[in-house]
């Protein structure tokens, strides 16, 4: 193992014997930007420990101070909405199908699964991090699912997790890509622990010692407990999404979009993180909203299989449309932040072009058709 590979696989030798496996994201000149070349290195080795019994957990974190993951590599990606268009794109139909095949494995992984999610964690990066049995927030963490701003919507179960945040405040943080900081996540239900990044090598010195049975029930007690200790007298920041609940909820009221744009348009705030919020709405892709509120309104009686599912078809839809590559283009390629949005108004959205979105394009590959 050389250390230009994307992902580093190591293990921790615990006092019992066993073992608490770890992979390293290394690619952090890309802020860890979650590559097809990473996911094919993550799924098959995280399969291999949830069917080793010497293996007792798994650890997720990052190379460098910077970013956890700043969400999918979406530079390869670009390449191919320019030359397919609104044709078949065989490289985002793998890209997507595997990312969210290993979203769910985390998800559904059969023991303790620890992601240490310091600095940025945008979109992917969430979708890594969301489906952690123990997930860690420092106090640089800032999270975010800022898929507006590039014309997608917020994937990688997004739109399962999203819909199990406290009241309103996960289509407030869809429609706005609001920035969370640790005491957010936590509030949200996105995070379970804040732990000083300092406290880092004590985790894993305690990872080393702790008594691990085996049996994921007992071991996953055991990581509360030591993170936990870990988070003991940490300072948590004061939450805007907890400070502003109640205007959040106002705001995102009611089962018409237009109502909600209306009030965000209007939006008068001193706070400068409720404006910015507001104002990333007014310069997001219409279309982007439009299926960020389709899937929420649908999400409540589906499954996380079924929404990993329909989100594949969503991305594809996205694919197929203009608004995709049009913000990769102003936000990652062009860098002018002036993103020509069509339809150029949530007004313009019919119900013809969100149903475009949602249909199927082509067979469910069996790897998704499979999950439970
Ligand atoms: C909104 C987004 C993303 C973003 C910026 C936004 C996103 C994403 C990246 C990203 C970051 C670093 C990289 C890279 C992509 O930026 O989803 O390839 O190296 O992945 O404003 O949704």
């Not at 595997?98 to 240490?116: N, V």
Request: hydrophobic share 45%; with cysteine.
């Amino acid at each position: 193992m050389t250390d230009t590979a994307v992902v580093l696989f190591d293990e921790i030798k615990t006092a019992g014997g066993r073992r608490f496996a770890t992979a390293t994201l290394n690619a952090p000149a890309s802020l860890n930007a979650l590559s097809v070349d990473m996911v094919r290195l993550l799924t098959p080795r995280l399969r291999e420990w949830a069917a080793d019994p010497g293996i007792v957990g798994v650890l997720l974190q990052a190379a460098g101070e910077k970013a956890f993951c700043a969400g999918g590599d979406l530079r390869q990606l670009y390449q191919t909405l320019l030359e397919c268009g609104p044709a078949r794109n065989t490289y985002a139909e793998d890209f997507f199908r595997e990312e969210y095949e290993l979203d769910h494995l985390i998800h559904t992984f059969p023991k303790p699964f620890l992601c240490w999610g310091h600095g940025i964690v945008m979109g992917g990066g969430v979708g890594l991090m969301s489906g952690c049995s123990h997930r860690v927030v420092t106090a640089e963490s800032r999270i975010a699912m800022p898929e507006i701003a590039i014309g997608l919507y917020p994937d990688v179960g997004g739109s399962w997790f999203l819909r199990r945040t406290p009241g309103r405040t996960g289509l407030f943080l869809a429609l706005t890509a609001a920035n969370l900081n640790a005491a957010d996540a936590i509030f949200c239900g996105l995070a379970d622990v804040l732990v000083p990044q300092a406290r880092k090598g004590a985790v894993i010195e305690a990872i080393a010692a702790a008594p691990w049975a085996g049996e994921a029930k007992a071991d996953r007690a055991t990581l509360s407990r030591i993170l936990a200790n870990a988070g003991e007298g940490a300072g948590m920041p004061a939450s805007k999404v907890r400070e502003h609940y109640d205007t959040i909820n106002a705001l995102m009221a009611g089962d018409d979009l237009l109502d909600i744009a209306k009030r965000l348009r209007a939006l008068q705030s001193e706070d400068p993180w409720l404006q910015t919020a507001a104002k990333t709405f007014m310069k997001g892709a219409p279309s982007s909203a439009a299926l960020s509120f389709e899937l929420w309104q649908r999400v409540p009686r589906m499954s996380l299989a079924e929404v990993f599912r329909l989100e594949y078809w969503a991305s594809l839809g996205f694919c197929a449309h203009k608004d995709f590559a049009e913000g990769i283009r102003a936000v990652l390629i062009d860098k002018d932040r002036n993103p020509k949005w069509s339809p150029a108004s949530i007004e313009e959205i019919t119900p013809e072009f969100i149903e475009d979105h949602l249909r199927p394009r082509g067979e469910m590959p069996v790897e998704l058709a499979r999950l439970t």
